[in-house]
C-alpha cells in the first residue's frame, strides 16, 4: 500500500478509544491567550520580533496541552511557524490554540494568531499559524497516557485529518534521515 493510500485509510478512521480513558472534546481544552504588544517586544526593524510570537505561541499550546491531558507537557516539536503578517507595537495579538490530534502520549495542537490595533475596532487579522506536538508526561518526566480528542465539528474533523497526514509525514521525514545517515555512516562518511 503507498503512502498516499495508508494516509487516505489512516485519516477516515474516527479517534481510537481503545486506551480506557475517556476522550475528551476540542472545545474542552481550547484557550485564547491575549497580549498587547509593547517597544520591549521589538527587533531592529521596529516590528515585534518573531521570537516573542513564537513564545506566545508555545505559552498557549503548552496551556491547551496540559489541559487536554490533564498535567504536565512538554513541546516535542514545532511542525510549522508561519509569519503572515508583521506585527506592530501597540497590536493586541489573541494566540489561539486547540488540540487537533492525540496520539497514546502525544498531541498536535494548532495556533493561529490574530492581531488588531489596541485603540481601534477594526476586526483582527491573521498574522500568524503553527503546529506544535507535546508529550504528556508525569512526575519523574516519563510519558504518560492522553485522552483522545473528540473533534466536534466539521472544521475540527478536518483539523484532525490534517494532523494526521501531518504525523504520518513527520515519522515519514524522520525515519528516511535516519536511514540515510546508516548508509553514510556504512558507507565511511563521517558527519
Not at 481550547?30 to 498587547?36: A, F, K, M, N, P
Not at 497514546?104 to 506536538?133: D, H, K
Not at 494532523?163 to 528516511?176: K, P, W
Request: proline residues 5%.
Amino acid at each position: 500500500m503507498s503512502l498516499r493510500h495508508k494516509v487516505g485509510a489512516m485519516t477516515d478512521q474516527a479517534p481510537e478509544v481503545e486506551s480506557g480513558i475517556p476522550g475528551k472534546s476540542t472545545s474542552a481544552s481550547r484557550t485564547t491567550l491575549s497580549h498587547i504588544m509593547t517597544h520591549s517586544d521589538t527587533n531592529l526593524l521596529g516590528t515585534v520580533h518573531g521570537g516573542v510570537i513564537m513564545k506566545l505561541v508555545d505559552d498557549a499550546a503548552g496551556a491547551v496541552a496540559g489541559r487536554h491531558s490533564g498535567g504536565p507537557a512538554v513541546t516535542a516539536s514545532m511542525d510549522e511557524m508561519v509569519f503572515l503578517e508583521p506585527v506592530r507595537v501597540g497590536d493586541l495579538v489573541h494566540v489561539k490554540a486547540q488540540v487537533n490530534w492525540t496520539g497514546r502520549t502525544s498531541m498536535e495542537v494548532g495556533v493561529r494568531v490574530l492581531a488588531e490595533r489596541w485603540n481601534e475596532s477594526t476586526p483582527a487579522t491573521q498574522v500568524g499559524s503553527a503546529y506544535l506536538v507535546f508529550a504528556a508526561v508525569d512526575a519523574d518526566g516519563k510519558p504518560r497516557r492522553v485522552p483522545p480528542v473528540v473533534p466536534e465539528t466539521d472544521r475540527d474533523r478536518r483539523r484532525y485529518q490534517e494532523a494526521q497526514i501531518r504525523r504520518t509525514h513527520r515519522l515519514a521525514r524522520r525515519r528516511e534521515i535516519r536511514e540515510l545517515r546508516e548508509r553514510r555512516t556504512a558507507e565511511g562518511y563521517e558527519d
